[in-house]
T-cell receptor, first 111, second 112 residues
Framework: NAGVTQTPKFQVLKTGQSMTLQCAQD?????MYWYRQDPGMGLRLIYY???????DKGEVPNGYNVSRLNKREFSLRLESAAPSQTSVYFC??????????FGSGTRLTVV | QQQVKQSPQSLIVQKGGISIINCAYE??????FPWYQQFPGKGPALLIA?????SEKKEGRFTISFNKSAKQFSLHIMDSQPGDSATYFC???????????FGTGTRLKVLA
């Protein structure tokens, strides 16, 4: 039982490049989330998906897009990476009573 | 009104001591208050959570105290151990959404 799996674990991008962060969960959770974690700022919600086929913006959605491919998978895309998007990205899914299970994160550096 | 304010930013405690981390919120619609523990290089993991119908919840050495009128809640770690050294995040969400607003985190170090 892997829980929430994120790939890749590390990535370095040049400004303007694009990439997709992948996330998959095997807990049959309906809700999935993408957060970014920056020093001194905690975790901030980028996008979330309450159920398969729906997505909504969170607190900091600019510069990102998401796709809820199916119930298991929720991907985050950076179309044109900027240095301000250097961060650690966490995917999470939640059970019906609200407890989150987080993945181990993707450390992204944009140079 | 969406903020959750967490303090202190960092905390150093002797082994066996009590660690206390505080959070305050403004949105009265929040009704679920979890605490997460994060070790370096790992994702946060749910530690303990409380709903506002109780004033305290205890699980082992970890206790949440909740003050609804003051809109504050705190995490107490009794008999703190070096293995408790981690970053702790409080969070809050409103019923049915499960979109958490996280605090900024507290880095706890327990000295052996």
């Amino acid at each position: 039982n892997a829980g929430v799996t994120q790939t890749p674990k590390f990535q370095v991008l040049k400004t303007g490049q694009s990439m997709t962060l992948q996330c998959a969960q095997d807990m049959n959770h309906n809700s999935m989330y993408w957060y970014r974690q920056d020093p001194g700022m905690g975790l901030r919600l980028i996008y979330y998906s309450a159920s398969e086929g729906t997505t909504d913006k969170g607190e900091v959605p600019n510069g990102y897009n998401v796709s809820r491919l199916n119930k298991r998978e929720f991907s985050l895309r950076l179309e044109s990476a900027a240095p301000s998007q250097t961060s650690v990205y966490f995917c999470a899914s939640s059970n019906p009573i609200g407890g989150y299970t987080f993945g181990s994160g993707t450390r992204l550096t944009v140079v | 009104q969406q903020q959750v304010k967490q303090s202190p930013q960092s905390l150093i405690v002797q082994k066996g001591g009590i660690s206390i981390i505080n959070c305050a919120y403004e949105n009265t619609a929040f009704d679920y208050f979890p605490w997460y523990q994060q070790f370096p290089g790992k994702g946060p993991a749910l530690l303990i959570a409380i709903r506002p119908d109780v004033s305290e919840k205890k699980e082992g050495r970890f206790t949440i105290s909740f003050n609804k009128s003051a809109k504050q809640f705190s995490l107490h770690i009794m008999d703190s151990q070096p293995g408790d050294s981690a970053t702790y995040f409080c969070a809050a969400s409103a019923s049915g959404t499960y979109k958490y607003i996280f605090g900024t985190g507290t880095r706890l170090k327990v000295l052996a």
